[in-house]
């Protein structure tokens, strides 16, 4: 198993806070972690609400369902059952025993009115992305870290442009790291696309028009790493500017896109400037613009953008 630069962060969390909530884009290996967490360094009893049986239950009647489990308890995809934040809330609010439940997201559920009162001051959130080049290669170093110091070592990297196009191509999704052919890589990023626009977004929402999403995202591929400008967005898809934000906050919601804020010495001129919008893999950018080592040749503003992310 490939080791998660987020684990000592998140066993650190699990010390002094009583829920703990690990959350980010499907597939990136939120369950992996967890239920290699729960073996080892946090012993504690893991539920997923994928299991229909559990998922029942947990609705029916979450008090119960919670009083059932007296130790420390590991739950997957919470946002799915959104009756168990008041609950988790009681318990906690009963006993604040650090590292009470530690529990697993794959859309933003904070982002519900009633969930974020429910959890203020008691939880700690993590968010996990896909594998970083830094975990897949094993090293230690951080390279933000590095890059600040005086003394830069520049590495000796034996590596070619196409070994880059190559990575990112691949990006940092686990099960493309099995999918050597980009037939195969095409495929599975079209059903995983599908699985979240048709599956998550109605776990958060009760929007209608879920045809205009898959197009949208498109469009927001095409424009990853520039302003998020959404009067331009408006004109290139026809969609009204209003519907576009309620869009963008549903595509945040369920981690496909990063907004990245703004920056200036001057602090209001930071919160009235547009961030710039990213995507959060970028094996899934260079799926939805078609990107590969041929296109980098004759679309250098793209390779550009698509490095950026």
Same mark, same amino acid.
């Not at 650090?98 to 968010?127: C, D, M, Q």
């Not at 893999?281 to 990107?291: Q, R, Y």
């Given at each position: ?15 002094d806070s009583p829920v703990v909530l ?12 967890? /239920? ?20 029942? +239950? ?9 009083? +059932? ?24 609010? /009963? ?45 230690? /170093? ?16 034996? +590596? ?6 190559? %990575? ?10 099995? %999918? ?64 576009? /934000? ?33 995507l959060s893999d970028t094996g899934l ?25």
């Amino acid at each position: 198993m490939i080791e998660r630069k987020i684990t000592y962060n998140l066993l650190r969390a699990l010390s002094d806070s009583p829920v703990v909530l690990l959350h980010g884009a499907r597939q990136t290996g939120k369950s992996t972690l967890i /239920k290699h967490l729960t073996g080892s360094r946090y012993p504690a009893k893991y539920l997923t609400f994928d299991d229909a049986a559990i998922l029942s +239950a947990a609705k029916n009647n979450p008090v119960d369902f919670l009083q +059932a489990y007296s130790g420390k308890l590991a739950i997957d995809e919470v946002q799915k059952v959104p009756e168990i934040f008041p609950a988790i809330k009681s318990v906690v609010d /009963k006993n604040r025993k650090a590292g009470r439940f530690i529990l697993t997201g794959s859309s933003n559920v904070l982002l519900l009115p009633k969930i974020s009162e429910s959890l203020a001051g008691r939880i700690e959130i993590l968010n996990l992305f896909p594998f970083s080049q830094s975990e897949l290669t094993g090293t230690e /170093k951080n390279f933000i870290d590095e890059i600040f110091k005086k003394k830069y070592p520049l590495p000796n990297i034996q +590596a070619t442009g196409n070994d880059l196009i190559k %990575r990112i191509i691949t990006g940092g999704f686990p099960e493309m790291l099995k %999918r050597k052919s980009r037939e195969r890589q095409s495929a599975w990023f079209n059903s995983y696309i599908t699985t979240i626009l048709q599956l998550d977004v109605r776990d958060i929402s009760n929007i209608e028009k879920l045809s205009e999403m898959p197009n949208l995202l498109k469009l927001f591929a095409s424009r990853a790493g520039t302003l998020l400008n959404f009067a331009e967005f408006s004109r290139s898809s026809a969609i009204p500017q209003t519907t576009l /934000k309620r869009y963008t906050t549903l595509f945040e919601a369920i981690f496909m896109i990063n907004l990245l804020p703004a920056w200036s010495g001057n602090l209001s001129k930071r919160l009235i400037k547009a961030p710039k919008l990213y995507l959060s893999d970028t094996g899934l950018l260079s799926h939805l613009t078609a990107f590969d080592a041929d296109k980098q040749k004759y679309e250098p503003m793209l390779l550009g953008r698509v490095l950026e992310n």
